[in-house]
Structure formats: C-alpha cells, structure tokens
T-cell receptor, first 111, second 111 residues
C-alpha cells in the first residue's frame, strides 16, 4: 500500500463548477501538506502549503487537512479552463528531508 | 531569476550508454532533490541532498549516482542506461522546510 493515495481521475467538470480533489495517507507523522499543479509537459508548481490541521484559503483555492481521518482536500471555486492540469498532493513529517507525493489527479474544466 | 534550471530537456540513449543530467538553482536553497515521474506512479524520489556535501538515497536509487558539486548544482548520473529508466526526471530545491521549486524536467528515452 502506498503511503499517499490519490484518485488519478480524469475528473471532468463544466466551467464555474466547484472542484474537490482529495488524498488519503497512512503515516500519522505527516505534518506538512502541500498541493502542486502541473500543466502538461511542465514541472509542478506549488499552489498551497499548510501545516498540521485546519483550512487555508487563497483566492479561489481552499486547502483542508483532517489529521484525525488522515485526509486532505483541495477545493477550487468557480473553476476555469485554465485550471485544467494534474494536481498532486504532497506531505512530509517534521524530520524527513523529502516530500512524499500522491500520483496526481488529472482535472479537465470544460468551457 | 531563473529558479531551477535542468539540462538537457530531451535525450535519447541506447541501452548501456551513460549520461549526466544537470541541475542548477540560483535561489540559495540548501536542499536539492531528483525525482522521476512515470504514468500512474507519481513522483518518486531518487536521491536528495540536504546540504552541500551530503547526499542520501531515496525510494528508487538503483542505477543512479549523484553529485552535489556545490550549493547551486546537483547532478544525476546514469552509468549504464536501461529501458526501465525511460522517464521524465525532475530536479527540485527548497530553502528549509517548505515547498519545492521544480525545474522544467528532462524527458529521457532509453532504447
């Protein structure tokens, strides 16, 4: 079993929809949680960064962490065709030097 | 500000050939990483360097070697390429605990 599980999709939604992307994990020591966006044939870029549990909002994006359930989510409001990309969750514990990534969810926003 | 620069962007190798992937960052980051990305597998850590002069194995180090030449540069070497090493390789860096900055990737095909 992978340490971080993520549904690969593809997830197809109409423009303007609210999108929910999720990851589950098994390592209770994870404290740092991130979401990356990756466009086709590009490197991942950091979207959201949270520490421990709770919510964080940045524009149309909201990241949620529920450590009791070992579950993290990324919500995208008013989705746009430009949001079409692969979204990767990533996480690490206090001592680990490297991030562990989910396999990514491909999102398509239809105009 | 260039960020993380990877060279080359594309490469085709014959089985058994060797090559070095180059990575340089200009953000004065301490830690640098090499990942490979394969369909359905997400990003898997090959090697990382927490600071200048140190390197450590990641999840999939077999068949690879690395050199942290100085604080800016971290190279990945394939001594005897195999078809299983066909992948997209990403270099990343970060200052301390936090999100990575990724390069744009090297697409490697081994025939």
């Amino acid at each position: 079993q992978k340490e971080v599980e993520q549904d690969p999709g593809p997830l197809s939604v109409p423009e303007g929809a609210i999108v929910s992307l999720n990851c589950t994990y098994s390592n209770s020591a994870f404290q740092y949680f991130m979401w990356y966006r990756q466009y086709s044939r590009k490197g991942p870029e950091l979207l959201m960064y949270t520490y421990s549990s709770g919510n964080k909002e940045d524009g149309r994006f909201t990241a949620q962490v529920d450590k009791s359930s070992k579950y993290i989510s990324l919500f995208i409001r008013d989705s746009q065709p430009s949001d079409s990309a692969t979204y990767l969750c990533a996480m690490s514990d206090m001592g680990r030097r490297a991030l562990t990534f989910g396999s990514g969810t491909r999102l398509q926003v239809q105009p | 500000n260039a960020g993380v620069t990877q060279t080359p962007k594309f490469q085709v190798l014959k089985t058994g050939q060797s090559m070095t992937l180059q990575c340089a960052q200009d953000m004065n980051h301490n830690s640098m990483y090499w990942y490979r990305q394969d369909p359905g597998m997400g990003l898997r850590l090959i090697y990382y360097s927490a600071s200048e002069g140190t390197t450590d194995k990641g999840e999939v180090p077999n068949g690879y070697n690395v050199s942290r030449l100085n604080k800016r540069e971290f190279s990945l070497r394939l001594e005897s390429a195999a078809p299983s090493q066909t992948s997209v390789y990403f270099c990343a860096s970060r200052l301390d605990i936090g999100g990575y900055t990724f390069g744009s990737g090297t697409r490697l095909t081994v025939v």
